[in-house]
């Protein structure tokens, strides 16, 4: 019955793509509307009901490496498949065990010799591959002596490595992004291993064990103390050699996408939403929600004439360092990437004790990161404008790259979404605004077992399943507002869950 009649819809809007300008009250105008009438939260509600039955059946668990995650997998592929999407499986990589056999090794070998001692003066970085090398050091963008506050950019920005000579040993310092990005710029400009020491500061002077959750760089790494980096900052022409014994074991598992049948490929408009739950629960709030909610926009639009190509994405291994994502953006190439238009991402959004909280993609909140890729802040005010059709306040979110919009706005894809919030609390102001009870948390059982199909809040799912309608539909047929993609925006550095 309802097939039935988009087919109709289809046929009587067809030629009407040739003649309407898409604007309000254009064909993205109308569809939007379709959209949002034929998108139900029961709908979504049975995929959740779905996703718990797969926890149930496993163990309690969706997570990354798991059977329940392939039959999550399994589940969203097939409706996908139904529906009349493409699918792809893109296997993605994640660790699965990191065992160290006996103690690194940091020697100064040039032009005088010391020994550092292992696991006192540096310790390898968890999950570093195994590798043994002599190479030079070579210093990146370091800060020496080191400000009173953290202040260090050293390997955040891809610029800092301009001069690397590949085949050296990277020397970077501790400082205000992400290990994991520091580490990742040097794989990139071919460091043959990396030595990242603490900054300098009183309180970040020592070395310590560390899981940074990235070997992909695929050389050894360790981290050190201050003492250790300034000594061989301070070396002209130092030469290390640097030993890691390690065993990396990775493990498999697969992104799911799903692209659109009709539309412009040179034009994408991708929505993505993480499937992997964490190993402590099912996951049904964070992320099935989002998961339901696109596998329900995408079912009810699978017909549509869209004027953009529409692609899913349904990420794996979000909750151990957005693998997915960030492996599905690496594998794309510069061309690839400038076609995503938009990225729109859902990760919890039927949160029990929920606010309607749109990613700050121009930083109007002035705080945290910085304003996303332009036209980001076009996205936040598309989804502003529907929560504002229906009389519902929203509220900002910082752009903070918590989730895996991360890796798109890394290479400057403009992106948004809506977020109902985690383990913050809610405050007095959002309680008057949305209802609910100020001082807990959005979601109590964040990340725990409780996060059942119990802890789905009705009314959010409905209403933020017509506000992802809405937005991908308009976005599907008009991408005008966005601006053309030239050169990547300065890349935001990815804040990431792991610590800076
Ligand atoms: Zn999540």
Same mark, same amino acid.
């Given at each position: 019955?309802?097939?039935?009649?988009?087919?109709?819809?289809?046929?009587?809007?067809?030629?009407?793509?040739?003649?309407?300008?898409?604007?309000?009250?254009?064909?993205?105008?109308?569809?939007?509307?379709? !959209?949002?009438?034929?998108?139900?939260?029961?709908? =979504?509600? *049975?995929?959740?009901? $779905?996703?718990? &039955?797969? +926890?149930?059946?496993?163990?309690?668990?969706?997570?990354?490496?798991?059977?329940?995650?392939?039959?999550?997998?399994?589940?969203?592929?097939?409706?996908?498949?139904?529906?009349?999407?493409?699918?792809?499986?893109?296997?993605?990589?994640?660790?699965?065990?990191?065992?160290?056999?006996?103690?690194?090794?940091?020697?100064?070998?040039?032009?005088?010799?010391?020994?550092?001692?292992?696991?006192?003066?540096?310790?390898?970085?968890?999950?570093?591959?195994?590798?043994?090398?002599?190479?030079?050091?070579?210093?990146?963008?370091?800060?020496?002596?080191?400000?009173?506050?953290?202040?260090?950019?050293?390997?955040?920005?891809?610029?800092?490595?301009?001069?690397?000579?590949?085949?050296?040993?990277? !020397?970077?310092?501790?400082?205000?992004?992400?290990? =994991?990005? *520091?580490?990742?710029? $040097?794989?990139? &400009?071919? +460091?043959?291993?990396?030595?990242?020491?603490?900054?300098?500061?009183?309180?970040?002077?020592?070395?310590?064990?560390?899981?940074?959750?990235?070997?992909?760089?695929?050389?050894?790494?360790?981290?050190?103390?201050?003492?250790?980096?300034?000594?061989?900052?301070?070396?002209?022409?130092?030469?290390?050699?640097?030993?890691?014994?390690?065993?990396?074991?990775?493990?498999?598992?697969?992104?799911?996408?799903?692209?659109?049948?009709?539309?412009?490929?040179?034009?994408?408009?991708?929505?993505?939403?993480?499937?992997?739950?964490?190993?402590?629960?099912?996951?049904?709030?964070?992320?099935?929600?989002?998961?339901?909610?696109?596998?329900?926009?995408?079912?009810?639009?699978?017909?549509?004439?869209?004027?953009?190509?529409?692609?899913?994405?349904?990420? =794996?291994?979000?909750?151990?360092?957005?693998?997915?994502?960030?492996?599905?953006?690496?594998?794309?190439?510069?061309?690839?990437?400038?076609?995503?238009?938009?990225?729109?991402?859902?990760?919890?959004?039927?949160?029990?004790?929920?606010?309607?909280?749109?990613?700050?993609?121009?930083?109007?909140?002035?705080?945290?990161?910085?304003?996303?890729?332009?036209?980001?802040?076009?996205?936040?005010?598309?989804?502003?404008?529907?929560?504002?059709?229906?009389?519902?306040?929203?509220?900002?979110?910082?752009?903070?790259?918590?989730?895996?919009?991360?890796?798109?706005?890394?290479?400057?894809?403009?992106?948004?979404?809506?977020?109902?919030?985690?383990?913050?609390?809610?405050?007095?102001?959002?309680?008057?605004?949305?209802?609910?009870?100020?001082?807990?948390?959005?979601?109590?059982?964040?990340?725990?077992?409780?996060?059942?199909?119990?802890?789905?809040?009705?009314?959010?799912?409905?209403?933020?399943?017509?506000?992802?309608?809405?937005?991908?539909?308009?976005?599907?047929?008009?991408?005008?507002?966005?601006?053309?993609?030239?050169?990547?925006?300065?890349?935001?550095?990815?804040?990431?869950?792991?610590?800076?």
């Amino acid at each position: 019955m309802r097939r039935i009649a988009i087919a109709l819809i289809t046929a009587l809007a067809l030629p009407l793509a040739l003649t309407t300008p898409a604007n309000a009250g254009g064909l993205d105008d109308l569809f939007a509307k379709l !959209l949002v009438k034929q998108v139900k939260g029961p709908n =979504a509600k *049975k995929h959740l009901d $779905a996703l718990q &039955a797969i +926890a149930n059946a496993n163990g309690g668990t969706r997570a990354a490496g798991t059977p329940g995650y392939n039959a999550s997998r399994d589940y969203v592929a097939g409706k996908l498949r139904k529906a009349g999407y493409k699918v792809t499986l893109q296997p993605i990589n994640f660790v699965e065990s990191w065992t160290e056999n006996s103690p690194p090794t940091l020697n100064l070998t040039a032009p005088n010799s010391k020994t550092y001692v292992p696991n006192e003066d540096f310790f390898s970085f968890e999950p570093s591959p195994a590798g043994d090398v002599t190479a030079q050091v070579q210093a990146v963008d370091l800060t020496l002596p080191p400000t009173p506050t953290p202040t260090s950019t050293s390997g955040c920005e891809a610029s800092d490595f301009a001069g690397f000579v590949a085949g050296r040993i990277a !020397l970077i310092q501790r400082g205000t992004c992400a290990f =994991a990005l *520091k580490i990742r710029n $040097a794989g990139r &400009a071919g +460091a043959s291993g990396i030595i990242v020491f603490n900054e300098g500061q009183p309180g970040r002077t020592d070395a310590f064990p560390l899981d940074i959750g990235e070997w992909r760089a695929g050389v050894p790494m360790v981290f050190a103390d201050f003492a250790v980096g300034n000594e061989l900052a301070a070396t002209a022409g130092a030469t290390v050699r640097l030993k890691v014994d390690s065993t990396l074991v990775l493990g498999t598992n697969d992104n799911v996408i799903a692209e659109s049948r009709f539309g412009d490929p040179r034009n994408v408009v991708m929505v993505g939403a993480h499937l992997d739950s964490v190993p402590a629960g099912p996951g049904i709030n964070d992320n099935g929600s989002g998961s339901a909610s696109i596998l329900e926009v995408a079912e009810e639009m699978a017909l549509y004439p869209v004027k953009n190509k529409v692609r899913f994405g349904f990420w =794996a291994g979000e909750e151990i360092g957005l693998l997915g994502s960030d492996q599905y953006v690496a594998s794309l190439s510069e061309t690839q990437r400038d076609r995503i238009r938009v990225y729109l991402n859902f990760d919890m959004v039927a949160s029990p004790n929920y606010a309607y909280k749109l990613y700050d993609g121009d930083n109007s909140d002035n705080e945290g990161s910085p304003a996303g890729p332009p036209g980001s802040d076009r996205i936040e005010k598309q989804l502003e404008a529907f929560y504002g059709s229906r009389s519902l306040p929203t509220v900002g979110t910082d752009f903070d790259g918590r989730s895996d919009y991360g890796p798109f706005i890394d290479v400057g894809i403009p992106a948004g979404g809506i977020f109902t919030g985690a383990e913050g609390i809610k405050t007095a102001e959002e309680a008057a605004l949305f209802g609910g009870t100020a001082g807990v948390a959005y979601d109590a059982c964040y990340h725990q077992a409780c996060d059942t199909i119990a802890n789905i809040n009705d009314t959010a799912l409905d209403v933020d399943l017509d506000a992802i309608a809405d937005s991908v539909a308009r976005f599907a047929f008009d991408l005008r507002s966005i601006p053309p993609r030239t050169a990547p925006a300065a890349a935001v550095p990815l804040a990431a869950k792991t610590a800076a």
